[in-house]
């Protein structure tokens, strides 16, 4: 009895490391369908995001007059 106690509350159960990617990746699924349900949990975070950053262009060859 002693022993039963013991191992539910107190101490974590070992697990194998395939289940615990299979959990976290069911975690990680249920998390992505409640986001897509209802996606005015997340507010502007979308737009945080995205990188806005455009690559200018190479303007060397004006600059240096260019052959």
């Given at each position: 009895?002693?022993?039963?106690?013991?191992?539910?509350?107190?101490?974590?159960?070992?697990?194998s490391?395939?289940?615990?990617?299979?959990?976290?990746?069911?975690?990680?699924?249920?998390?992505?369908?409640?986001?897509?349900?209802?996606?005015?949990?997340?507010?502007?975070?979308?737009?945080?995001?995205?990188s806005?950053?455009?690559?200018?262009?190479n303007?060397q060859?004006?600059?240096?007059g260019?052959?």
């Amino acid at each position: 009895m002693a022993d039963e106690t013991n191992t539910e509350g107190q101490q974590p159960k070992k697990i194998s490391l395939a289940d615990a990617i299979k959990n976290k990746l069911a975690q990680k699924k249920q998390e992505q369908a409640a986001a897509q349900s209802n996606p005015q949990l997340r507010g502007g975070d979308s737009a945080v995001m995205k990188s806005q950053h455009n690559k200018k262009p190479n303007n060397q060859r004006r600059r240096t007059g260019g052959s």
